[in-house]
């Protein structure tokens, strides 16, 4: 049995060292990245036994990808290999004032956009305790909007709890078109984390975070919702209360990934048993601390996060 299954893309990162262009570099460094991963390997490294599943092509970019979740001790058993398709790439170009960080995808055929469910071993989705995706998978493709329907039904009817983040890219689709696959999928999702500006944005959300977080629970019956706002740090609504956490000061290093690991710290806390005051304390701190460190991935240790924690204070939680 799995504490925290996930799916999705994971790419390549590429980057050029800090300061050279994307137009002139000759060197790049290559990492794997991906929402979904990204969660798998905080919660791994936080104490839990995590397993992320996808389709790669059966190449040497697609091993290079599980060989460094591997590394982060995530399971990737799962993955399902293809021998027609491509990996999916992206590069980053970091910024600094006035010049903006840039990001270049080519993903564009990539393996996992054709993963049907029958490729899929659902019985791991059905043990495991918590089953996490973000609104990126679906947008990739209409046979991911259906996998990712299928996955999340078949968890919910096991009695696995499903997580899902909007995680709303305007390079992937329109607002419109992920709110439709978005409310196609809210059935079967119980913990629901959303940044305020696409609840705004995509789902035409009014208000104050706690006004947006009871409205999507009324409205969609779910168990919990998390909204995050930036530097005002988080909310969530979950059976009649709310709850709310500030934002632990960090000096930014590397700002990708900050929400991916916001959301494994919080499933990490949900899955030791911690209540959604606990889960918003330790969710804030290991994105704090993932802003400390270049990649996507949050590479961390309980004892960073409880340090975090202790030096730093509640927050504003109530």
Request: proline share 3%.
């Amino acid at each position: 049995m799995t504490d925290l299954v996930t799916f999705g893309e994971t790419m390549l990162r590429l980057s050029p060292p800090r300061g050279e262009r994307l137009e002139t570099a000759r060197e790049f460094e290559v990492q794997a990245g991906g929402a979904e991963s990204n969660v798998a390997v905080a919660a791994a490294r936080l104490g839990w036994d995590a397993a992320w599943f996808s389709k790669l092509p059966d190449s040497p970019l697609g091993r290079r990808v599980v060989g460094e979740l591997r590394s982060h001790g995530v399971a990737t058993d799962g993955v399902v290999w293809d021998d027609e398709h491509r990996q999916g790439l992206y590069y980053l170009e970091h910024g600094v004032e006035p010049r903006p960080t840039n990001v270049v995808y080519d993903r564009g055929d990539a393996a996992v956009t054709t993963l049907e469910t029958g490729e899929i071993d659902l019985d791991t989705v059905r043990d495991a305790d918590v089953c996490f995706t973000s609104g990126i998978t679906p947008a990739l493709s209409e046979t991911l909007h259906e996998t990712t329907k299928d996955v999340l039904e078949a968890a919910q009817e096991a009695g696995t709890t499903t997580a899902f983040d909007l995680n709303y890219r305007t390079k992937l689709w329109t607002p419109d078109e992920a709110a439709a696959v978005y409310r196609d999928l809210f059935d079967a999702i119980d913990v629901l984390f959303a940044a305020q500006r696409d609840a705004e944005t995509v789902l035409g959300r009014d208000g104050d975070a706690e006004s947006i977080a009871r409205g999507l629970a009324a409205d969609y019956d779910f168990e919990t919702v998390v909204v995050t706002r930036g530097a005002d740090g988080s909310l969530a609504f979950s059976d009649g209360d709310v709850y709310e956490q500030g934002v632990y000061e960090a000096e930014t290093h590397d700002a990708i990934g900050t929400g991916d690991a916001f959301v494994g710290g919080y499933l990490a806390k949900h899955l030791d048993g911690g209540d959604v005051a606990d889960s918003l304390q330790w969710a804030s701190a290991t994105a704090s601390f993932k802003r400390t460190i270049e990649g996507d991935v949050a590479v961390v240790t309980p004892e960073d996060i409880e340090r975090v924690v202790a030096d730093e204070g509640d927050g504003i939680s109530r």
